[in-house]
C-alpha cells in the first residue's frame, strides 16, 4: 500500500458519520434488525446462507453486556420464519468478556440454551490477540454443555495450531470458522507477511477438513479457495448431499460478490455475513482499511462537502 492510501486511512476516523454511512451500506445490512431480515431474504432467494450479527464491541459494563445478550434473544423470533439455516454471531466483548469471564459464559450460555431450542446455531467470534486465552476458556466451558456452539481460530497467529490441536482433542466435531485474522498483531506473536499468513491457513484448512470437525472456510482469497477446493475433490468431500457436508465456504457481505456466486454456482454451500446495528462505525473502519480504492472515494466526497 502506497503512502497516500495509508494516508487516506489514517484519515477515515475523522469523516463525518454521515458520509461514512453511504459506504457503510455496502457492508452493512443496516440499522434495524428489519433491514437485516430483508437482506437475508434476498441473499436466500439467490441460494446464499447467512450469518446474522449485530454490530457491537468493547462492552465493558455488566449492564451493556446484559443489553447486548437481550438484542440477540430478540432477534430470535422474528429470525424463525425468514430463514431456518441462519447461524447468529457474536463477538466475545459484545457479551462482557471485558468486564468478566463468567458473566461472559453466563450470557453465551443462556443464548445457546435459547437459539437451540429455535434450532440456531451460535458462532462466538475471535477478537484482538489480548481477549484469546479468555474468549477460548469461556469458549470451552459453554462448549462442553451445548453442541450448537462454534469458535474462530486466526492463522495469522503462531498459536493456532496448538490451539487447534486442543480443541479437536477435547472436542472432536469441533465446529471452527477459519480466518487469517484482521487484527494486526505484534511479530512475536503472530505471521506478519501475507504469504505466512495464507500458508498457514493453508495448513490449518488440510488439518480441518481432515478431521471429523466441522469448518467455515472464511475468506476471499482465491489461492485458498482454490487449495481447498482441491482438498475437498481428494478427500471426495463434496460426495454427500450438502446438508450432510462439514464444510462451508463464508464471505462478508459487500466484499467478492462474484467469488461468492462462483462458488455457489460450483455445488458448494455459501454463507454471506451480514452485520447490523447502530454500531457499524468500527466495523465500517476496519472494511475501508482493506478497501483503499473505496477509502479514497470516501475522502474526496469529504474534501468535496459532501
Ligand atoms: C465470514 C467472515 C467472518 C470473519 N470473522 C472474523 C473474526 O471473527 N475474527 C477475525 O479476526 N477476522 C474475521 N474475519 C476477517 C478475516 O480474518 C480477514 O481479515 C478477511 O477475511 C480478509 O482475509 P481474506 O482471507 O479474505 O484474504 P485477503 O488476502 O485479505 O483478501 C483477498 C481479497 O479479497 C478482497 N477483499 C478482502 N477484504 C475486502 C474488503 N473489505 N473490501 C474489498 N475487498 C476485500 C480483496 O480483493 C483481496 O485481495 C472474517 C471474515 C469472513 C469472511
Not at 474468549?135 to 496448538?162: A, D, I, K, P
Not at 495464507?198 to 485458498?224: F, M, N, Q
Request: charged share 25%.
Amino acid at each position: 500500500m502506497g503512502l497516500f492510501d495509508r494516508l487516506v486511512i489514517a484519515g477515515l476516523p475523522l469523516v463525518p458519520r454521515r458520509v461514512l454511512w453511504t459506504v457503510a451500506r455496502r457492508y452493512v445490512a443496516g440499522q434495524s434488525l428489519d433491514e437485516a431480515l430483508a437482506r437475508i431474504t434476498a441473499l436466500r432467494a439467490e441460494g446464499f446462507d447467512t450469518i446474522l450479527d449485530i454490530l457491537g464491541e468493547g462492552e465493558s459494563s455488566e449492564a451493556q453486556a446484559r443489553a447486548a445478550a437481550a438484542s440477540y434473544h430478540e432477534l430470535l423470533a422474528p429470525l424463525a420464519p425468514v430463514d431456518p439455516h441462519c447461524t447468529i454471531a457474536v463477538k466475545p466483548t459484545h457479551l462482557g468478556l471485558l468486564h468478566s469471564e463468567d458473566l461472559c459464559a453466563e450470557l453465551l450460555a443462556e443464548l445457546c440454551v435459547a437459539a437451540a431450542a429455535a434450532q440456531r446455531f451460535v458462532r462466538f467470534e475471535m477478537e484482538d490477540a489480548p481477549t484469546i486465552d479468555g474468549t477460548l476458556r469461556v469458549f470451552e466451558t459453554v462448549r462442553e454443555q451445548h453442541s450448537n456452539l462454534g469458535c474462530v481460530l486466526q492463522s495469522r497467529l503462531f498459536r493456532t495450531g496448538s490451539d487447534l490441536e486442543r480443541l479437536l482433542t477435547r472436542f472432536p466435531d469441533l465446529n471452527v470458522r477459519l480466518v487469517k485474522g484482521i487484527y494486526l498483531e505484534p511479530a512475536s506473536i503472530a505471521h506478519t507477511d501475507h504469504a505466512a499468513i495464507t500458508r498457514a491457513y493453508l495448513e490449518l484448512a488440510d488439518r480441518l477438513l481432515e478431521s471429523d470437525g466441522h469448518v467455515g472456510l472464511a475468506t476471499h482469497d482465491d489461492e485458498i479457495v482454490a487449495h481447498t477446493q482441491a482438498t475437498i475433490r481428494r478427500l471426495e468431500l463434496d460426495a454427500p448431499p450438502q446438508h450432510e457436508r462439514r464444510h462451508e465456504y463464508q464471505l462478508l457481505m459487500g466484499v467478492r460478490k462474484p467469488l461468492a456466486e462462483q462458488l455457489r454456482d460450483a455445488g458448494h454451500r455459501v454463507r454471506i455475513y451480514v452485520p447490523f446495528g447502530a454500531d457499524w462505525h468500527a466495523y465500517t473502519l476496519r472494511r475501508l482499511k482493506y478497501n483503499p480504492e473505496i477509502a479514497r472515494h470516501v475522502m474526496r466526497a469529504v474534501l468535496r462537502g459532501d
